[in-house]
Antibody, heavy 120, light 107 residues
Framework: QVQLQESGPGLVKPSQTLSLTCTVS??????????WTWIRQPAGEGLEWIGR???????DYNPSLKSRVTISLDTSQNQISLKLNSVTSADTAVYYC????????????WGQGTLVTVSS | DIQMTQSPSSLSASVGDRVTITCQAS??????LHWYQQKPGKAPKLLIF???NLETGVPSRFSGSGSGTDFTFTISSLQPDDIATYYC?????????FGGGTKVEIK
């Protein structure tokens, strides 16, 4: 059974960089069958797709965040990372990593989510 | 971006009731739509993929239909465990987008 676990600072100051890691167990992020995705959800609001990465390292990002986002893989650690720079209070949210099946983009496994608050 | 409009945004129904949620896409997306259930404090869970296919292990009281721009999600007989927020998600075009959610409560 695949498991995903997000980790990282729960508090980030405005204008700084949010950095999160998703550790995958029970499966390899090098599999050609899956995308690895970041999704976020502000409190009481809906879901926003941030972007995804494939085992080749190719990425797709939400245009609304593209200028500030980097998603990368560390295959030696079986981890996916998210970096979001120049954060503001609007970036306060629960951040999820999820696996989706290529090319169907359905999210079949999710991490439990981690709350990141942007505040001074 | 493809906008996904869900309605209603919330509903209250009795145990055993039939519950229907609609999702409308701002442009045709064929059947490239999934449905998720999210309980408070938890990650979403995939229920229906490709508009009408039940994910393994999901109770058969959940179903989906539709194509093009109009989709429907149905709970045939509402159970207490179904209290959650439900989201549709399109994958016809990037960026992937979700509906605003429908919160289902017990009357």
């Amino acid at each position: 059974q695949v498991q995903l676990q997000e980790s990282g600072p729960g508090l980030v100051k405005p204008s700084q960089t949010l950095s999160l890691t998703c550790t995958v167990s029970g499966g390899s992020i090098s599999s050609v069958s899956y995308y690895w995705t970041w999704i976020r959800q502000p409190a009481g609001e809906g879901l926003e797709w941030i972007g995804r990465i494939y085992t080749s390292g190719s990425t797709d990002y939400n245009p609304s965040l593209k200028s500030r986002v980097t998603i990368s893989l560390d295959t030696s650690q079986n981890q996916i990372s998210l970096k979001l720079n120049s954060v503001t209070s609007a970036d306060t949210a629960v951040y999820y990593c999820a696996r989706s099946l290529v090319p169907y983009d359905r999210f079949d496994f999710w991490g439990q989510g981690t709350l990141v608050t942007v505040s001074s | 971006d493809i906008q996904m409009t869900q309605s209603p945004s919330s509903l209250s129904a009795s145990v055993g009731d039939r519950v229907t949620i609609t999702c409308q896409a701002s442009q045709g997306i064929s059947r490239y739509l999934h449905w998720y259930q999210q309980k408070p404090g938890k990650a979403p869970k995939l229920l229906i993929f490709d508009a009408s296919n039940l994910e393994t292990g999901v109770p058969s009281r959940f179903s989906g239909s539709g194509s093009g721009t109009d989709f429907t999600f149905t709970i045939s007989s509402l159970q207490p465990d179904d209290i959650a927020t439900y989201y549709c998600q399109q994958y016809d075009n990037l960026p992937l987008t979700f509906g605003g959610g429908t919160k289902v409560e017990i009357k």
